[in-house]
Structure formats: structure tokens, C-alpha cells
């Protein structure tokens, strides 16, 4: 009841206008309270020009009334303020069903705006003041509100889980450290925490430079559509350009031809026409001679006959003088047109002068997803062998150069420039590329490591050690623990203990996985960079004398 009083006396000190607290108070002659600066913009945003109202009850005043802080009212707001006078929650503070209540509410329950990881109690605003207030709670760790803060807790014990077991891989409580987990390998969840996020931070890295990596990828092959656009764009209209020559140089071809054919038509019908014409004029002669005779052939005066007869001139005997010419020239014209549309469909159709769109090809591929199994990984084996080389001379190379064992005295081997002369290395004969998997089992001090083929090779500095390089990446493998080098930088690795470790490479991805092989495989570390150059499998034997790392030979 005394809440809801509050709430009660905060409404009648509340401005109708802004809902809020009165602040300079003024009051209309109708008896309504407001701010002073709501009242005025209220009236002033309205065009009145004979009557203002009051919001509330609607009353008019003409003129405009002049408005005078409510004094008294003023003091008494301030004085409520003082005495703690609080905001009623608006429904949305409240928690639903989907949201975490604070726990010291009673009746309906604020939502909680921050839960304690030492209490594994949740808060309101209100009820998180004595964490920021009393030293006692200064050491309290404070998170976003969670529903899931009873997952904190030792179901066994009854008590907050602080500590993590590396052996078993999961968060304990203190009881369970010196119980059932007491020879185990066990730190602080703050530690182990810390540790994870060194290495989720690095992971971060190594994605957002892939991000960028891959973005830069993307924009190359928007640059090569886009140049394949232009370069298709140009082919078009080059080409359009020369069919366009050919097809005008075969219509002239085809113009020429005609107006041949037609200037020798022109002639033969013409030199058919004058020798038509003299035998018509032959003909009419002769027609003429002819009726001559016959009209001599029926006279019957003997002596008119005798004396017309020798007149008559002697008819000549002239062979015929037509000459058909053969109209084969024009057929030869024909072939001739043919002979050259043959010969152009015949280049057209040689390889060379053949429009193949095979243009550069962007083949994207995603990288094959990481196998779970052993047996998945062995699809992927390779057969590595050593190469004598580049063995450190106190290695002795045996099994087919698959297996390097740290002597006391120094080989005979020949000088060689891609030996190793002061680090007790070799590297493979084979470059690794694509997706690769192979299994080193060793015995002492080993490093198991993947090397670019320029790394230094002479001198006695760090730069020709595996890991302290940015052209080398290596797994440090002595008794039970292991340790990740690269580019100087250390890593601690966690997992278990075996003389067997197992090697991913996905080059184009640039994912690289070692993993502890026994009957089981478990992930020792993981890396996921950028490989500019193949790799090359190396070895490091250091300790002691008789120590040596061997390729298995994967079945």
C-alpha cells in the first residue's frame, strides 16, 4: 500500500503535458497545474488568436493569460524529491516470460540488470546499488542477466565450480579438485579462461585477416568480371566491325561479278544481233533472186527466155558464216563464285580461325570440411620421405629416410647447400600442397613441423629454428606436454600424453591441425593463416642421444 501511495502522490505532481515531475510550476485560474515551459509551447505551437485552453479541462481564457510560478508548489515538488520520492516502473521495466527477473523483487518482479557469478543471484537496478556501495562486494563479478547461473554450480557439492580440469576437459568446484579429480591437471577457471582467450583472440585474428583475405579475393574476381565484360564487349564489337568489312568486300565482290557477266551479256547479244541482221538482209535478197527465177522459170517466148537468162548473176556459194558462241563462260563464272565460296567455308572451318569463347576460367572452390575420424583423416595420407640433404649431420637417416635418430658422433654426409649445419632439422623431399595427413611417432625431445623451402639453413641463429620464423610452424613434443612455436611466439598446449602425433594440412584453406593419436584422436592445436609458398614436413630431434622421430607409414 505505501508503494502504491507513492505512485499516487508522484501523478499529482506530475505534468499532464510531459508526464514528468513539475518542473517551475505554474497554475492556470482553473485550478490545473503545469511546467511552465510545456504550458507555453503548448499554447504557442496552437494558433489562437482569440482564446487559449487549458489541456486538461479545456476552459478558455481570453486574453492570454500571464503566467506566474506556483511558488509554493515548487517547494513542495523539490521537498518530495528529497524525501525519495521514485518513478513509478513503467510496464516495460517489468520481467516477462522471456526475460530474467531480479530475484529480491517482491510481488511483481523487476527485469534484472545485472547477475552476480559470486552470489548466483540475479538484480534490478535498485537492488545492484549495495554491489557498487559495500566494499563487500567489491570483489563480486557482475555479467549481463542470465538464466543459467544454477549451471555454476557442483551439482554433487552444492557449490560454485571455479576450477577447471584439463584432464577431463570440464569446470569442477573445489570439493571435486581434491576428490575424484585430485591427480588430475587442474587451474583456475580464471586461468583457463584468460588462456582460451589469448587463444580465441589469436583465432579472431587469424579469421579477420581471412575475412580480409577473402574480400579481397571477392573484389579481385569483381574486377576479373568486370574486366570479362569489357574484354567480351570489345571482342563483339571488333568482330561486328570486321563481318561487317567482309560482308562489304563480298558485296562489292558480288557488284563486280554482275556487272561482268552483264557487260559480256551486252556484247555477245550485241555481235548475235548484227550478224541476225545480215541474214535477214541475205534472206530478203535471196527471196528476191528467187521470185526473179521463177517468174523467168514460167516464160513461154523461147527467145524472151534465152535473152533474160544471162542476165541472172550467178548465184554464190558462200558456206555459212554463224559461229555459236558456247555459253560456258557464263557457267565458268558460276564455278568460279563457288570455287571461292568453298574456299571460304573452308577457312572459316580451320581451327585456327575458329571463335572459341574459352577465356580465363575463375573456378571458387570451398575447402573440404576437416575429417572427425582417423579414417578420414588416412584419405587424405601421404607418403613423406626425408631428404638426406638437408639432415643435420648427428641425424642418422634410417627406413627408407623416413625415421631421423639424434647421434652423439656426426655423420658422413656430403656438403650440401640445403643442409642444416647447426640445428639438428631435416626437411621432406616432398612439398605439401592441397589436403594432406601424416603421423609422426617419435621417442625424447621432438619438434613435428611444417617449413617453407627458403628458411635459413646456415648459422647458428633462432632464424633457422622451427617456429622462431614467419616460414615455419612447429608442435614442441617432450614426455607429456607440448608447446606451439611460430614466429617466435609460444603457445601452451594442453592434451594427452602419446608418441603418436597426427598432421592436417589443408594448404589453400591454410588450416594446419596436430592431433594426438592413440585409439582415439584428439585436437592439440590448431592453426588457420595464409600460406603463400608450398610446405615441406620437417623434424627436430634434440633430446637425448638415441631420441628420433619416424614417418609412419600409413596403411
Keep these: 500500500m505505501a508503494q502504491k501511495g507513492v505512485q499516487l502522490d508522484r501523478e499529482t505532481f506530475s505534468c499532464s503535458i510531459c508526464l514528468d515531475l513539475l518542473k517551475d510550476p505554474v497554475t492556470t485560474s482553473c485550478g490545473h497545474s503545469y511546467c511552465m515551459n510545456c504550458i507555453k509551447g503548448f499554447w504557442d505551437e496552437e494558433d489562437r488568436k482569440y482564446s487559449y485552453s487549458c489541456p486538461e479541462c479545456r476552459q478558455s481564457f481570453t486574453p492570454r493569460p500571464v ?32 526475460d530474467v527477473a531480479c530475484d529480491f523483487c517482491t510481488g511483481r518482479k523487476l527485469k534484472a540488470h545485472k547477475s552476480c557469478l559470486q552470489c548466483l543471484i540475479s538484480y534490478c537496478e535498485k537492488h545492484l546499488q549495495p ?16 538464466k543459467k547461473l544454477q549451471e555454476n554450480v557442483c551439482s554433487r557439492h552444492d557449490e560454485v565450480m571455479k576450477i577447471f580440469c584439463r584432464t577431463d576437459q570440464q569446470l569442477i568446484c573445489y570439493l571435486c579438485s581434491v576428490d575424484e579429480h585430485k591427480s588430475h591437471d587442474t587451474v583456475s577457471a580464471a586461468a583457463e579462461r584468460t588462456e582460451r582467450q589469448t587463444k580465441l583472440e589469436g583465432s579472431r585474428q587469424t579469421i579477420q585477416q581471412r575475412i580480409q583475405d577473402r574480400e579481397k579475393d571477392v573484389k579481385l574476381l569483381q574486377q576479373q568480371a568486370e574486366a570479362i565484360d569489357r574484354a567480351a564487349d570489345k571482342a563483339v564489337e571488333d568482330s561486328e566491325k570486321i563481318f561487317t568489312e567482309l560482308i562489304r568486300l563480298l558485296e562489292k565482290r558480288s557488284s563486280d561479278v554482275k556487272q561482268q557477266v552483264r557487260s559480256q551479256q551486252k556484247r555477245e547479244v550485241s555481235r548475235v544481233r548484227e550478224l541476225q541482221e545480215k541474214l535477214e538482209q541475205e534472206i530478203t535478197r535471196l527471196k528476191r533472186e528467187d521470185a526473179e527465177l521463177k517468174k523467168l522459170s514460167h516464160t513461154e517466148d523461147l527467145n524472151q527466155f534465152l535473152h533474160n537468162y544471162p542476165s541472172l548473176s550467178p548465184l554464190s556459194q558462200s558456206a555459212s558464216s554463224i559461229h555459236i558462241c558456247p555459253l560456258s563462260c557464263f557457267e565458268d563464272v558460276t564455278a568460279a563464285v563457288s570455287e571461292v565460296r568453298d574456299k571460304l567455308q573452308d577457312v572459316l572451318r580451320e581451327k585456327r580461325t575458329n571463335v572459341s569463347l574459352t577465356g580465363t576460367e575463375v573456378e571458387v572452390l570451398l575447402p573440404p570440411p576437416e575429417p572427425k575420424t582417423r579414417a578420414g583423416f588416412l584419405k587424405y595420407s601421404r607418403e613423406i620421405t626425408l631428404d638426406p640433404n638437408t639432415a643435420y649431420t648427428r641425424l642418422l637417416l634410417s627406413e627408407g629416410n623416413r625415421k631421423a635418430t639424434l647421434m652423439s658422433q656426426h655423420q658422413s654426409y656430403s656438403s650440401h647447400p ?51 620464423n614467419d616460414k615455419s610452424w612447429a608442435l614442441d613434443c617432450y614426455d607429456n606436454s607440448y608447446t606451439f612455436w611460430s614466429n617466435k611466439v609460444q603457445t601452451p598446449v594442453s592434451g594427452p600424453g602419446s608418441s603418436r602425433v597426427g598432421v592436417y594440412l589443408d594448404h589453400s584453406a591454410g588450416i594446419l591441425s596436430f592431433y594426438s593419436v592413440s585409439e582415439t584422436m584428439t585436437l592439440l592445436h590448431r592453426v588457420q593463416t595464409t600460406f603463400t609458398q608450398p610446405l615441406y614436413a620437417g623434424l627436430m630431434v634434440y633430446w637425448p642421444f638415441g631420441a628420433s622421430a619416424e614417418l609412419f607409414k600409413l596403411k
Design 67 to 98: 503566467l506566474l510560478k506556483n511558488t509554493m508548489l515548487a517547494a513542495l515538488v523539490e521537498e518530495l524529491k528529497k524525501t525519495g520520492l521514485q518513478a513509478a516502473p513503467a510496464d516495460h521495466c517489468y520481467a516477462g516470460a522471456e
Design 131 to 146: 554491489h557498487f556501495e559495500s566494499p563487500a562486494f567489491e570483489k563480486h563479478t557482475l555479467v549481463e542477466p542470465s
Design 418 to 468: 640445403d643442409r642444416f649445419t647447426n640445428r639438428c632439422q631435416v626437411l621432406s623431399r616432398e612439398s605439401l600442397t592441397g589436403c594432406c595427413y601424416w603421423e609422426v611417432e617419435r621417442r625424447g625431445g621432438v619438434y613435428v613441423a611444417v617449413a617453407y623451402k627458403n628458411i635459413i639453413r646456415a648459422g647458428g641463429s633462432d632464424e633457422s629454428v622451427f617456429g622462431q
